[in-house]
């Protein structure tokens, strides 16, 4: 499907440019309309809900959707180019990978000094200066509701010791160079780690 400007009329209609500026498209008619929704359980650190909607089609039903805390999420480099990482025990998946520092934005809090407060936390490295944001992304829009900001620092300080020893087994600096191997063997825990270190590993050769 074309998803990019296309070249000026003397070019066929179902022609496309890559790499050039992306079509920003909002189809009315292709939107949901959402009619209301219903809590199914609901904690201080979950919502799963049932969505009463209507897609393009007409038709109407109700749709589980699951609500999560906005999150932040800090990739720390150093001169060498190594990256911070935990190593750590996951039991939703029993397994044990590499993560990168985050943590759960507070109310009325940055998310940028969020990444930076947990980084400090769970590491007890500080990251120095001002953070490149990378993005903000949906890491499962279909039904998960799950707001992640992630955030480059190029530089940190030790200030001291993890304040939650319970957080990870290790905490280790890796080569960035390293990490595209330890992706694609699933080594590497979840997206809000994948996409930032993906982006900075395309961003070196642009």
């Not at 490149?132 to 955030?151: C, K, R, S």
């Not at 620092?153 to 001291?160: D, F, H, N, P, Q």
């Not at 063997?185 to 050769?205: D, K, Q």
Request: net charge negative; glycine share 6%; charged share 25%.
């Amino acid at each position: 499907m074309c998803c990019w400007t296309a070249l000026p009329s003397a070019m066929p209609a179902a022609s496309c440019v890559p790499y050039a500026v992306p079509m920003v498209e909002y189809p009315e008619e292709l939107s949901w309309k959402v009619h209301g929704e219903r809590a199914i359980y609901e904690s201080e650190w979950v919502r799963l809900g049932l969505v009463d909607v209507e897609p393009p089609d007409g038709s109407r039903f109700e749709h589980h959707v699951v609500k999560l805390h906005h999150v932040a999420v800090a990739l720390l480099l150093n001169d060498r180019e190594e990256v911070l990482t935990l190593w750590r025990y996951r039991f939703a998946v029993d397994q044990w990978g590499y993560e990168l520092i985050g943590g759960l934005v507070e109310e009325g809090e940055d998310p940028a000094s969020t990444a930076a407060r947990e980084a400090e936390e769970e590491t007890g490295w500080r990251p120095i200066g001002e953070p490149e944001h990378i993005a903000t992304f949906q890491p499962l829009p279909g039904m998960v509701d799950a707001p992640v900001n992630a955030y480059i620092w190029r530089s940190a300080e030790k200030v001291g010791e993890p304040t939650d020893a319970e957080e990870a087994a290790r905490i280790e600096w890796i080569p960035v160079d390293r990490m595209l191997d330890l992706i694609k063997r699933g080594e590497v825990l979840g997206s809000g780690a994948i996409v930032p270190l993906l982006f900075y590993l395309a961003s070196r050769n642009t």
